[in-house]
């Protein structure tokens, strides 16, 4: 099956500082990423569809400023969590597809913790 | 609307099989019912989709009602390893992935 590669899988950053995430589909290309994030004991949340080669779109509620999102390749998407805050410390998953009528497959998670 | 309707919990015993349903009454036509899964601490994984016939792969069976408004999942020899949070969808393409509670399997020994 398709790959999702999903890096670094656990990072711990101080308050203030920038942490950037990435998404990797392996075997495939993908025009769009999606970007969820998931707290304790919660079901994963939409943030915001990549656009490959185009801005990304941010579900309501997320700040666009502080989720930066880059899709600069078929292959590559990166969400950089920008002056992190220790509320921002949450399970970032993202996912992809062959196109957006087939099943996603996500990547194994990104557990971000600021102190 | 991408809602569907899910038990919040069951419990199996290791070895037997684990049926998890799922209610999604306004499916359309050309809605598919797509099942993931999520066990703890991972990325969710893709089991299993269906549109009408009911389907089986090396993970998992799918039989949809024949009205199409539900569906259930079935495990057939659940392991402790299946242990993990079930979401169903109707859609359940990359871009229709609205994540509700799901239903908490525990599988026992």
């Known amino acids: 099956g398709a790959v999702v590669s999903q890096h670094p899988s656990r990072v711990i950053c101080k308050s203030g500082t920038s942490v950037k995430i990435e998404c990797r589909s392996l075997d495939f290309q993908a025009t769009t990423m999606f970007w969820y994030r998931q707290f304790p004991k919660q079901s994963l949340m939409l943030m915001a569809t990549?656009?490959?080669?185009?801005?990304?779109?941010?579900e309501q509620g997320v700040e666009k400023d502080k989720f930066l999102i880059n899709h600069a390749s078929l292959t590559l998407s990166t969400l950089t969590v920008t002056s992190a805050h220790p509320e921002d410390s949450s399970f970032y998953i993202c996912?992809?597809?062959?196109?957006?009528?087939?099943?996603?497959?996500f990547g194994q998670g990104t557990r971000l913790t600021v102190v | 609307d991408a809602k569907t309707t899910q038990p919040t919990s069951m419990d199996c015993a290791e070895g037997r099989a684990a049926n998890l349903p799922c209610n999604h009454s306004?499916?359309?036509?050309?809605?598919?019912v797509y099942w993931y899964r999520q066990i703890h601490s991972q990325g969710p994984q893709y089991i299993i989709h269906?549109?009408?016939n009911n389907e089986t792969n090396e993970m998992a069976s799918l039989i949809i009602t024949e009205d199409r408004k539900s569906s259930t999942l079935i495990l057939p020899h659940a392991t402790l390893r299946d242990t993990a949070v079930y979401y169903c969808?109707?859609?359940?393409?990359?871009?229709?992935?609205?994540f509700g509670k799901g239903t908490k399997l525990s599988v026992k020994p």
């Open positions: 990549s656009n490959e080669g185009s801005k990304a779109t941010y």
């Open positions: 969808f109707k859609g359940g393409s990359q871009g229709n992935l609205i």
């Open positions: 306004t499916i359309s036509g050309n809605e598919y």
């Open positions: 269906g549109l009408k």
């Open positions: 996912s992809a597809g062959r196109d957006i009528y087939t099943e996603a497959f």
